[in-house]
């Protein structure tokens, strides 16, 4: 998603890249990124949290973080019984 959104390089986009000083991205960046990643997923992230992420690994475990949250929150999915025919 960052490759595509931010036009990088698929090997510049690892873990460890910093957000600002390796791939170069701002605070604008960081909200583009933000709402791509609400549109894909439905996930929204939480505004203090995109003013902490530093890293790749930090908008990962964001993510991670939120999708965590959510399986907590939503019960489960009652499964339908087969039926005969």
């Known amino acids: 998603m960052m490759k595509e959104l931010f036009e990088l ?3 510049r986009v690892q873990p460890e890249a910093k957000l600002i000083d390796d791939l170069e991205l701002d605070s604008l960046d960081a909200i583009d990124l933000a709402v791509k990643v609400e ?3 439905g ?3 939480d505004e203090t949290k995109i ?3 530093r890293t790749v690994s930090d908008v990962i475990d964001a ?3 939120i ?3 959510r399986r907590i929150s939503m ?3 009652a499964v339908a019984a087969p039926t005969e025919s």
Do not use: D, N, S
Request: net charge negative.
């Open 9 to 11: 390089e698929a090997e």
């Open 39 to 41: 549109e894909t997923t």
């Open 43 to 45: 996930l929204a992230f």
């Open 51 to 53: 003013r902490q992420m």
């Open 63 to 65: 993510i991670e973080a």
């Open 67 to 69: 999708v965590a949250a």
């Open 75 to 77: 019960p489960h999915a």
